[in-house]
């Protein structure tokens, strides 16, 4: 095997990647999809899971404990990254991620299968941290929009297909193989990882920041249960829910703190001293705010008020996940081609304010072409976003701050998505129990009484009347969390114009010129050559 070596990046020719680069971008962009299916496929096997193992009481912990460790260990890879090499963690967050996929294969009741789902949590959260950092190290700022198509794409096809290939599964295989589909992708990622990316070893001196890490853990754990829990499992002013808040904002506030005591921090406070990378990360929260919540209630809206049916829930979002693919690559070639990217976080948030009051206006006589219009538009505003807030976060710091800087952004997107669904599903649920207790009288209370959200069965089953007061009463709850999306999204659309447009580092002859001009660029920094075997 050819020893890893580091070459500078004035020996390298203008414009030209590493050998191999396509081999490892195949792989990370595997592992990239098994991060995003996972969630979507086993949320199709759910009912199979709990009809077998039963714990029908703790069903949500299922996906509570995988977004848990994911969001408490997300910042832990990054740094990891940074202190001991990126493509160790990189492998051992894989290796993690596939032995909780196995185990939880192969659970016996719910609570192993809730312990198991954890423990490929904690691998899942250095996957998507792995990917950018990896990304960030190997191609330059300005090189890196070619790829976003990629990156755009891969998330488009598992949003899309996760509902389809876990039915699809559930059906033939039977639910454990929801997670055990997971360890052929795994092992190709892992082996295509291990023969061709060879990155500088590292070896810091620096003792890891144990107490940095458990305050950030705890912090993240209890905000990630008061959205997960509030409004559902306990109410928002429940003692529960002001224990968690407290707590959560004391360790929080500790950990800033101590940060800037520590020899090693886990997110080194200076990188906040970039505008740009300050911005990015406001930017990043709210397009998963809106994101997700997007994803959540779009599909409820068309089964409920137009009739789709819940089995092609995926390709429900087609029209907005094929805006935001098209979009994202456009938009990396124009930033890859001329340097310039400010403009698209600007564009990309008005059009998620314009898109998103859109979609506010739908209501039981909107079509399925006008949403399909409406999503488009909000799909175009976030094909300008997604990867463009990652590239300009990782040029906004040092070389050797990527991994944090990759893993802080992506904790922002998933803190954001976090509270998008808690907060917009608060208010969607509140709203459809006032209407349906307005216009479904004492039965249409009693029948959401227990949830807001019907499936296809149950709603079957409503007399006509109750049935047409279920369906206004999901529009009007559609309208209010949409609604709230359009307001959100402003804070983006004032953040995006207060970016600066700082030069793209890069490996062409503008490059060498402006290059210098980014504050903490990383100017001088070795470029990592991937090197054949």
Request: glycine fraction near 12%; proline fraction near 3%; charge should be neutral.
């Amino acid at each position: 095997m050819a020893d890893t070596k580091a070459v500078d990046t004035e020996a390298e020719p203008p414009g030209k990647q590493p050998k191999n680069v396509r081999v490892v971008l195949l792989a990370l962009m595997i592992t990239m999809m098994l991060a995003m299916l996972d969630n979507m496929i086993v949320g199709t096997a759910m009912p199979t899971i709990v009809g077998e193992l039963g714990g029908l009481e703790h069903l949500a912990w299922v996906v509570t404990a995988y977004t848990l460790a994911t969001a408490a260990s997300t910042p832990l890879w990054g740094k990891l990254g940074d202190m001991y090499g990126r493509k160790g963690m990189f492998m051992a967050s894989i290796v993690l991620f596939l032995i909780g996929s196995a185990l939880s294969g192969m659970a016996q009741d719910m609570g192993q299968l809730i312990a198991f789902r954890a423990v490929q949590g904690l691998g899942a959260g250095g996957l998507m941290v792995g990917v950018m950092a990896i990304i960030g190290d190997l191609i330059p700022p300005r090189e890196r929009g070619k790829y976003q198509g990629m990156m755009a794409g891969v998330m488009a096809l598992a949003m899309i297909a996760g509902p389809l290939v876990g039915g699809t599964i559930t059906d033939h295989w039977g639910w454990r193989w929801a997670f055990y589909i997971n360890l052929p992708l795994g092992v190709v990622a892992l082996a295509a990882i291990s023969v061709v990316l060879h990155l500088p070893r590292k070896r810091a001196q620096a003792r890891i920041d144990y107490l940095g890490a458990g305050l950030l853990t705890v912090g993240i754990t209890a905000i990630v249960l008061v959205t997960t829990w509030g409004g559902t499992e306990y109410a928002w002013t429940s003692a529960r829910i002001m224990e968690l808040t407290g707590i959560g904002v004391a360790a929080l506030v500790g950990f800033v703190f101590w940060q800037t005591k520590a020899a090693e921090p886990v997110v080194p406070l200076h990188i906040f001293r970039s505008r740009n990378f300050t911005l990015m990360s406001v930017i990043g929260f709210i397009v998963g705010f809106v994101m997700f919540g997007a994803t959540l209630f779009l599909p409820l809206y068309q089964q409920s008020v137009q009739g789709a049916s819940a089995t092609n829930s995926g390709l429900l979002l087609l029209p907005m996940l094929g805006a935001m693919l098209v979009t994202s690559m456009v938009a990396g070639r124009v930033t890859t081609n001329t340097g310039r990217y400010k403009v698209f976080p600007v564009v990309g948030s008005v059009l998620m304010v314009v898109g998103l009051y859109l979609l506010s206006t739908m209501d039981t006589g909107t079509s399925r072409f006008m949403s399909g219009v409406f999503m488009a538009v909000v799909g175009f505003g976030m094909g300008c976003l997604m990867q463009i807030t990652m590239l300009v976060a990782q040029n906004s710091v040092e070389m050797k701050d990527m991994g944090v800087a990759s893993s802080s952004t992506t904790l922002f997107r998933t803190l954001g998505s976090s509270f998008g669904v808690a907060i917009m599903g608060a208010l969607f649920n509140s709203r459809v129990q006032d209407v349906m207790s307005e216009q479904g009288g004492a039965l249409g209370a009693r029948v959401t009484e227990q949830s807001a959200q019907l499936d296809a069965e149950s709603l079957a089953k409503l007399p006509e009347a109750v049935r047409g007061a279920y369906q206004h009463a999901v529009s009007a709850g559609t309208h209010s969390a949409f609604l709230l999306g359009a307001v959100v999204a402003v804070v983006a659309l004032v953040a995006a114009v207060f970016v600066k447009e700082v030069p793209l580092r890069g490996a062409g002859p503008e490059s060498d010129a402006d290059g210098g001009a980014a504050a903490g660029d990383g100017t001088g920094a070795k470029a990592v050559v991937v090197e054949a075997v």
